[in-house]
């Protein structure tokens, strides 16, 4: 029987806590050292290096987490990486100078990505296949609320004092706390397998490219947001609540834009989704004063747009997906996130400085139109999955793969292999006659060749990902509906 989510809740609570504290230090960090390094008189160009650190230590750690947990085990692993990012912290306001903080800021991005690791994997071992779903919202909601709360935290003490690095300080160290002394046993060994950019882009092109466009948004939001409301002349206090809003916009809206994109084909939700963000971005150029007066309000808006796109993205591409694939795809979508994530500050900060604050929204734009052009470009090539072979949105927290073990979606995926026998015999039959000719002008696009983002057709898990394959004989399928069909088993495959 499905535990109620009070009782839930109760059960996960150490876990939460955990999770909770860590992502209100790292957000309180982030602002907080972008905000210092403009009051410490930086350039805008070393503020975006700094800034842009964190992502490149987090995808290291996603590289390197899963071999250190192994073979050091969840809770030293968790012990040594909360204690060295609590000294890092304090360090912060100790050598003040940008190269150091870079080192700093990459060193701690390397371990929050172990921690989160850590995180998902118990919440993944005290989570079964009735409470997947509501396991992974509670985590989503106790996240973002996390990173929401650290924003308000600016508003503790001045950003020039060492106040604020010893709270972000303290909320690492407090994170440790619950899991050291939890009674339950550590989960099993994690797995660590990717796959590769190369088979990535094939599966689905646009939701490789809108992967990485959320990566550059959200490292521009993050790592220059604060300082763009700086320099419009806001107080430290309401740096503060424009990233609480943005947060909290993105926050409210990213599950109801998720469960629309169920009902519609996916790939329009998210070109509304960037058409959004391309007028949100210019407004502020037609009414720059309303804007500066509204900042809170316009973040919250912009919020909306930006932060359901990586959610969306992850979902069109497990669309194309095997159920054993989907963790494998999603340590690849992470990498290639976190990396386009690095070049955001830098991006960002440069706009700013040659340009002033009002280039940040413009980037915003920039990109929305990039992304969203290819999304229509895309679009018009072969036969789109339709909605009822379209998996379910989950939203999945930007840190480890293994919140992807969390996701209901490979358990409902995997339970169904038992059913639908009729189907299956039909669609082998299909399959043992492909050269239907209505079946291959429904698959082929104008120009009578095929797409890997309309059929999401790549090699076996054991084949070399430089073979070619050719495969026009096989439908989009989603493996819940067509239970043990595999298309790379068709006798007509060639390598």
């Known amino acids: 029987m499905p535990r109620s989510p009070v009782a839930m809740i109760i059960a996960l609570s150490a876990t939460l806590f955990a999770a909770f504290t860590l992502n209100s230090g790292s957000s309180l960090q982030s602002s907080l050292l972008a905000l210092r390094a403009s009051a410490e008189g930086f350039a805008p160009v070393y503020t975006g290096i700094i800034m842009a650190s964190y992502y490149i230590g987090f995808v290291a750690g996603i590289v390197w987490g899963a071999s250190l947990v ?27 100078d940008p190269i150091t903080w870079s080192l700093f800021r990459a060193l701690t991005g390397l371990c929050l990505s172990g921690l989160y690791l850590v ?17 992974i919202a509670i985590y989503m909601t106790v996240s973002l609320g996390g990173l929401a709360i650290g924003q308000l935290l600016l508003n503790g003490a001045p950003v020039n004092s060492f106040e604020l690095f010893t709270v972000a300080s303290v909320l690492l160290s407090l994170s440790l706390v619950p899991l050291a002394l939890t009674r339950q046993p550590p989960p099993s060994a994690v797995s660590g397998e990717r796959m590769t950019f190369r088979r990535l882009y094939k599966i689905s092109p646009l939701g490789f490219v809108a992967a990485s466009g959320a990566g550059v948004l959200s490292g521009a939001v993050y790592g220059v947001g604060p300082v763009f409301a700086a320099d419009l002349g806001l107080a430290t206090n309401d740096v503060a609540y424009f990233m609480f809003f943005v947060i ?14 169920d009902m519609v084909p996916r790939q329009y939700v998210m070109i509304f989704v960037l058409c959004g963000l391309t007028l949100s971005g210019l407004f502020p150029l037609m009414a720059p004063e309303l804007v500066r007066h509204n900042l809170t309000i316009w973040g919250g808006i ?53 340009f002033g604050p009002w280039a940040l929204p413009v980037l915003f734009s920039i990109i929305g139109i990039g992304v969203g052009s290819f999304a229509m470009y895309r679009s018009g090539f072969g036969r789109r999955i339709s909605t009822e072979e379209q998996g379910q ?19 409902d995926i995997s339970t169904d292999d038992t059913t639908d026998h ?23 696009t104008p120009d009578g060749t095929a797409h890997p983002d309309d059929f999401g057709q790549v090699p076996a898990a054991d084949m ?15 493996v819940s509906d067509n239970a043990g069909l595999n298309p790379n088993d068709n006798p007509e495959t060639k390598t």
Not at 119 to 135: I, K
Not at 248 to 261: A, E, H, N, V
Not at 398 to 404: D, I, K
């Open 422 to 444: 009729g189907d299956d015999a039909a669609m082998t039959d299909q399959a043992a006659n492909p050269d239907t000719p209505q079946d291959l002008k429904d698959l082929l």
């Open 119 to 135: 995180v998902e994997s118990w919440l993944n071992a005290q989570a079964d296949n009735t409470s997947r779903g509501s396991t």
């Open 70 to 96: 192994n073979r050091v085990g969840h809770i030293r692993t968790f012990a040594a990486l909360a204690s060295t990012g609590s000294a890092i912290t304090l360090l912060h306001a100790v050598f003040v």
């Open 302 to 354: 912009t919020g909306v747009f930006i932060m359901p796109l990586y959610g969306l993205a992850v979902a069109y591409v497990n669309d194309y997906l095997e159920p054993e694939d989907i963790v494998p795809a999603s340590g690849g979508l992470l990498i290639i996130y976190g990396g386009s994530a690095a070049t955001g500050p830098l991006v960002g900060a440069s706009a700013i400085g040659h």
């Open 464 to 478: 070399d990902d430089t073979a070619e394959i050719e495969q026009t004989d096989a439908r989009p399928t989603r």
């Open 393 to 411: 949105f989950v939203a999945v927290p930007r840190t480890t793969p293994m919140a992807f073990e969390l996701s209901p979606i490979t358990d």
């Open 248 to 261: 909290l916009g993105g926050m409210i809206m990213q599950f109801p834009i998720g469960k629309i994109s």
